[in-house]
């Protein structure tokens, strides 16, 4: 009986050794009601080797208390204010010893064998810079939260899957895409220093898209799996119905702000002007519907990016010279995929109607 447990104890030792580390990252904002539900999902977890690392932002539910009480392995990064997302998510890296940071929501909740197929990914493909499980939606778990963002002619996203089934076949497939959903994705320390990480200025929102589009200039692919999945509360948080002045505001000007960092000025000519009638579309919709907060929002976000336009010029000399390996027109195939103009309706109201 001793000699079978050395001989496990080997097996288990070797597969660690082989298995490389990590870097589980969780962003906490009061949010001990979630840490709940994720933090003993991720005890199921199979994969033999992985840091755990709540950053608890500005927490003030006693978080911390809860996780040393009930996970006192799990590394608690304190930081005294709610810095964002962004910033926090970057200060997580930096606290990370793995060669991979998978960073996650608190809102989540993960299947024993979902981190294996994304770690396997990037070690077996080093074109691959960025894997995103399958996200299901916690809500009604039949559905979909995510597959992936494409990028249209408008300049607004496409997200493919949003609140479909997960049974359906185009969603069984692998495939590339614009951007990931920053819920649950991974990526490797050194790609992720080598980026920059997150933009902090941008603090909440849209900071996901920008380490993608840089990753696609940078020469690498993001990629979605759906051969690991997992479960997110948050699911059909896009639709702009349900969304409050702030992050429509946050929204609108994050993304204006990552394309005039990002874009080729000839991609950036092709898109901004679609892109800005259809921000004054969305004005004339929301005050129609007498959303008038709302249309506000919008407007003053589609022409705030002007007061930081020295900040702005500064990253994007930066990003054009010393990140940019291709050129727009080499991942436009991958990147690029146009919905049916009734997507954009819907996604004001009822992204559920709307059929890929």
């Not at 500005?58 to 709610?82: E, L």
């Not at 299947?111 to 299901?136: A, M, N, Y």
């Not at 940019?324 to 690029?336: A, F, H, M, Q, T």
Request: charged share 20%.
């Amino acid at each position: 009986m001793a000699k079978w447990f050395e001989k496990i104890f080997i097996i288990s030792k070797a597969k660690h050794m082989k298995s490389p580390l990590v870097s589980v990252i969780i962003l906490n904002w009061n949010g001990k009601k979630w840490l709940e539900k994720c933090l003993p999902s991720f005890s199921k977890v199979k994969y033999p080797n992985i840091e755990m690392i709540v950053v608890n932002n500005g927490s003030s539910d006693n978080s911390d208390s809860y996780i040393k009480k009930n996970f006192p392995n799990i590394k608690i990064v304190k930081i005294i204010k709610n810095v964002g997302y962004a910033k926090a998510s970057n200060i997580g890296a930096d606290n990370a010893s793995g060669k991979y940071l998978l960073f996650i929501n608190n809102d989540t909740s993960v299947t024993p064998d979902f981190l294996s197929p994304l770690v396997k990914d990037l070690e077996t493909d080093k074109t691959i810079g960025i894997v995103q499980p399958q996200i299901r939606s916690m809500i009604n778990t039949e559905l979909l939260d995510s597959v992936g963002a494409f990028l249209t002619f408008t300049g607004f996203l496409y997200y493919f899957g949003l609140l479909k089934p997960y049974s359906n076949k185009i969603y069984q497939k692998p495939m590339f895409v614009y951007s990931i959903k920053g819920a649950c994705f991974i990526i490797s320390k050194e790609d992720y220093v080598k980026l920059g990480g997150f933009d902090v200025s941008f603090f909440s929102y849209v900071e996901e898209t920008d380490l993608c589009h840089r990753m696609w200039l940078f020469g690498k692919k993001v990629l979605y799996d759906p051969k690991s999945y997992m479960y997110h509360w948050g699911g059909g948080d896009t639709q702009m119905v349900t969304k409050t002045e702030a992050t429509i505001y946050r929204s609108f000007r994050n993304r204006l702000y990552s394309y005039f960092k990002n874009f080729s000025l000839i991609e950036l000519m092709k898109i901004l002007p679609a892109h800005f009638v259809m921000c004054e579309l969305y004005v004339l919709l929301f005050f129609v519907r007498l959303q008038l907060n709302k249309a506000i929002a919008v407007q003053l976000a589609t022409f705030g990016w002007i007061f930081n336009l020295p900040s702005i010029l500064k990253k994007r000399s930066y990003i054009q010279s010393k990140i940019r390996k291709v050129s727009d027109g080499e991942i436009g195939k991958y990147i690029k995929k146009e919905p049916r103009i009734s997507y954009y309706w819907q996604i004001l109201i009822d992204i559920k109607n709307y059929r890929d």
